[in-house]
């Protein structure tokens, strides 16, 4: 919500996003994606993947956002998933690397979602 105007937060669009969250959270396709990021999270938290020397050169976490995204409310989710990756509003800002990707990916599909309906 931090990335709309003050005056279009309603209480009313606040419900639409968290009926929209849960639904997409229903989603087998979306489960499975941030499943997988989760566990690829947890492995390179727990060097588990020792190829990666430095995360900063993984893109895998962005493309599993934008599948995410574009799971739930099509292309024009991935284009808020740009806007949210790059602003880390809200919980995303403090999460590991490849958890903001995954969240904001699920964010972005969920508010296109809204405005489309």
Do not use: H, W
């Not at 995410?68 to 509003?89: C, D, M, W």
């Amino acid at each position: 919500m931090e990335l709309l105007d003050e005056d279009d937060v309603t209480s009313d669009l606040k419900n639409r996003m968290e009926a929209q969250i849960l639904k997409s959270l229903s989603d087998i396709n979306v489960i499975e994606l941030l499943v997988a990021a989760i566990r690829a999270q947890q492995d390179l938290s727990g060097k588990r993947i020792r190829e990666i020397q430095n995360p900063d050169y993984l893109y895998a976490d962005e493309v599993l956002g934008i599948a995410i995204s574009n799971q739930i409310a099509g292309t024009k989710a991935v284009l808020n998933f740009k806007r949210y990756i790059e602003a880390k509003p809200g919980i995303i800002y403090g999460l590991p690397p490849i958890l903001d990707d995954i969240f904001a990916g699920l964010i972005a599909g969920c508010i296109s979602k809204v405005f489309e309906e």
